[in-house]
């Protein structure tokens, strides 16, 4: 019937399911390469979101030690999400559910489909309701709208657009998403540090270094704990992306340095537009200050930054969660890859288009709950693959979901891995209230999510040896 | 049994990523060591630094 086969004897029709599903893929299969796998990383790492996160610190800390804590930060934050991730993703070229069977089991698994679809769904609306807002200022300090109902739909067309281009990026897969990645990273760097250059030398280096926080809590040591940790939970949430990007590449060293230094690092440096920009001029949005230093010209190469970065990181997102979603029965057969790609971005689009108000308004809760559900998976993770399993899966029973499979457990969820997340869960929220930012005594000692990764770590590992293990569940 | 409710071509690609020649390769301890030292060791000396 005309069936290709490639040298291991596999047809190449089942390359095509392993690349837009979540079969595995063979290293000789793995086309992205060290530097595929930086563009996309650095196409990804780099977002207008992270402007948020430093305005955010620039409310507890002055520029020198935000810069630190950020940096430190983003830099902790990605060694979990490394650890956790990539070694099984790039050993047996899988993606990020199907890593987290072995923790949670075969239904359990079903748990992290959900926080990858909501986590990067959510981010997507962010970023591309931020880029219809952007568009919109941009009509209205140019004269090119005046009304609140003009600027309102120019806004919305805005994000339309972007989501548009997304999916039309996104549909041509994995290849397509690693060429063009080529394109963006380099825009992207060019385009950030020229904004991060303007921002010092259109305020000053004296005058953003001078400049104090306009929320300090007056406990220093809180203050530079709340930095550091705003950056390691951001930083956290890369996990839903890691499987899916890092599985395309042949070897775990080719996987980690783009990993660290393109995609956690960039958010912490970033980052640093925000909080410059919010401790020198009041708003960590750069484009109220380009317009206000150069004109619409600077406002709209600032437009361009930003639509380019979060295009980028949109369609990185939108990729994996497609995968992810192949786990999902209904989405495994008679779906065409443009069908699903549909299915992670047409809930962006309706937000974007009616409630995108409503979505920013209640968002902050959404991220900050979300946020703490990566500490504690990350720590069951590191703690099963390493100290447990030894570096070992049962690849057969990622795929069998039968009872009696390696990765059943009961009724298809490990009851350990549960109580493991709960508790880094309740660990981290003990700490420090997402939300309201109430703190434990002990909070500015140690941070929140390092606790609840470690807490996470300690009640899987033990709660395993003494249950689990005994039983014949799990295959350890 | 489940095994056998698995796709045919998904069944070969697992043998062979079951074999150490199909499978991405590891980190060294070189590379841990690294990585702790990037993710782990350095972001403590600039929360040191930064807070002297």
Known sequence: MGVVMSNNGIEISSLKEAIQGTWPILPKERTWGALGLTAVAISAGVAAWSYIIGGFVAYYLDAKMGTIAMIAGSLVGMFFVVMATIPSSVKYGIETITASKPQLGTRGAYFSIFIQYA???????????????????????????????????????????????????????AQAIRNYSYWIAIAVTILGLWILYKLVVGVGLTTIFAAKPAYASGDLLWDYTAGFEVLVASVLSWWPYMGGIVRMV??????????MLCMGLPTGIISLIGLYSALATGSQDPMAWLIKFGGIEMGIVGLIFLGVANIGTAVVGAYVA?????????????????????????????????????????????????????????GIQIADY?????????????????????????????????????????????????VTYESAAIFKYMSASIPAIIVSMIVYYLGTKLFIEKSSMGDY | MAEEQLDPE????????????????????????????????????????GWS
């Open chain 1, 322 to 378: 497609s995968i992810g979603l192949k786990q999902i029965p209904v989405f495994q057969k008679g779906i065409s890859w443009n069908g699903i790609t549909l299915v992670v971005l047409v809930p962006v689009a309706l937000i974007a288009a009616f409630v995108p108000n409503l979505f920013f308004d209640n968002s902050g809760t959404f991220f900050a709950f979300l946020g703490v559900v990566f500490a504690p998976i990350c």
């Open chain 2, 10 to 49: 998904l069944v070969k690609r697992i043998k062979l990523v079951e074999h150490s020649d199909y499978e991405g390769d590891p980190l060294t301890k070189t590379d841990y060591l690294l990585l702790f030292t990037v993710g782990l060791i350095i972001p403590a000396i600039l929360m040191i630094w």
């Open chain 1, 250 to 259: 042949p070897s775990s060293r080719q996987a980690v340095w783009p990993a």
């Open chain 1, 386 to 434: 390493f100290f447990l399993r030894k570096q070992q899966l049962n690849v057969s029973g990622l795929y069998e979901k039968a009872p009696g499979s390696a990765y059943y457990f009961i009724g298809g969820i490990n009851p350990v891995g549960i109580v493991a997340l709960l508790a880094g869960f309740f660990t981290y929220t003990y700490l420090l209230n997402p």
């Open chain 1, 119 to 173: 986590s990067i769904a959510g981010w997507n609306c962010l970023l591309l309701i931020l880029l219809g807002k952007a568009a919109g200022n941009i009509a209205k300090e140019a004269g090119w709208a005046v009304d609140p109902s003009s600027i309102a739909i120019i806004s919305v067309l805005g994000s339309l657009t972007a989501i548009t281009i997304s999916w039309l990026l996104l549909r041509k897969g």
